[in-house]
């Protein structure tokens, strides 16, 4: 269902036809700077389409081309995507899947260069893209909003919006690990560094990733698997009792945390504070079975009451 989907948006992006191509006078701006470019959009069917060489320098992309094959692979982080011209077939990889994408005409070469719909390719990647006028504004995927508290504002709204959505729209810097569950229960465990919300570690399971807020994407840049053992999940993490790991590990000694694990109809929700010396002091609990509240007590806020907040520049 997920490929079917994302092959009938793609070609609605894509719908052009046999048709003359006719350039015209549109500035493109990714995240407020116009794209310099020696050639221009043009537009078929009311479509715009770019250079990709041009846009995807503006993503910061790369593309390298077979001339062979007359394919471009457009890579970022660890997503890849494949156009080949006179094909209406095209292939991505994405958080470690192989999918395709059907368009409902081949990609095409005017004047020597690659077309894409800039549509397809900024969203493919996270991009919010509107119009106005004879201008397209290729932007964060954060609202104005949202990207004020996560640099600026309270600390416990900022950390409420990264659990919200940081694991939901992560990109990997590297290929994602296998995710795997051998302990009975679930659990998912967030861990701040103190005065932080813009990077954190998620333990899920068996499975520990760090995510930081990079020009305002969430992207996972370490993971490792926490093997089953006599103790629990933070306290091997933090005795560095972890296999498989991928990327480069930050050196984070104190941190806020938030848990919630349980088991079937029964949910037991924790936070608090571990120190340097990795002391867990627990500030809040409330446990929850079979929907009713069955004990609660300290406070579940996202923030301890003495923790001052690091702004973070978003530059």
């Known amino acids: 269902m997920k490929k079917l989907v994302f092959a009938v948006a793609a070609a609605s992006l894509l719908a052009v036809s046999a048709t003359s191509y006719a350039a015209v006078p549109v500035k493109i701006f990714v995240e407020d700077k116009q794209i310099q470019s020696d050639v221009a959009p043009i537009v078929e069917n009311g479509r715009l389409l770019v250079p990709i060489r041009a846009m995807t320098d503006s993503l910061g992309a790369s593309v390298s081309w077979d001339q062979a094959s007359k394919t471009a ?73 949202e990207r004020d508290i996560l640099y600026r504002g309270d600390l416990a709204q900022a950390r409420r919006i990264v659990m919200d959505n940081g694991p939901k729209t992560a990109h990997f810097a590297q290929k994602p690990i296998a995710y795997t569950h051998e302990r009975e229960g679930f659990e998912t465990t967030f861990l701040f560094p103190i005065g932080e919300s813009n990077r954190f570690f998620l333990i899920s399971d068996d499975t520990v990733s760090f995510y930081e807020l990079q020009d305002d994407f969430f992207v996972v840049t370490w993971q490792a698997h926490i093997p089953v053992g006599q103790k629990g999940t933070v306290e091997l993490f933090l005795e560095n009792k972890v ?21 079937v109809t029964s949910t037991n929700i924790t936070t608090g504070t571990i120190d340097s010396d990795g002391k867990i002091t627990v500030v809040g609990v409330k446990r929850i079975v079979g929907g009713e509240v069955k004990e609660e007590s300290g406070s579940l806020a996202l923030k301890s009451s003495d923790e001052k907040r690091t702004i973070t520049s978003n530059s």
Do not use: H, M
């Not at 006179?86 to 004047?111: A, H």
């Not at 296999?243 to 088991?263: D, M, V």
């Open 243 to 263: 296999t498989n790991a991928t990327g480069s590990k930050p050196e984070i000694k104190e941190f806020f945390f938030y848990r919630t694990g349980g088991l």
């Open 73 to 145: 692979t457009i890579r970022k982080w660890s997503e890849t995507v494949k156009l080949t011209a006179g094909k209406n077939t095209s292939y991505y990889e994405k958080e470690g899947r192989s999918n395709q994408l059907t368009f409902d005409v081949p990609l095409k070469i005017v004047n020597n260069r690659l077309y894409v719909p800039l549509r397809f390719l900024s969203q493919f990647f996270g991009y919010q893209v509107a119009t106005s006028g004879d201008a397209v504004f290729v932007n964060s995927p954060l609202s104005q909003n």
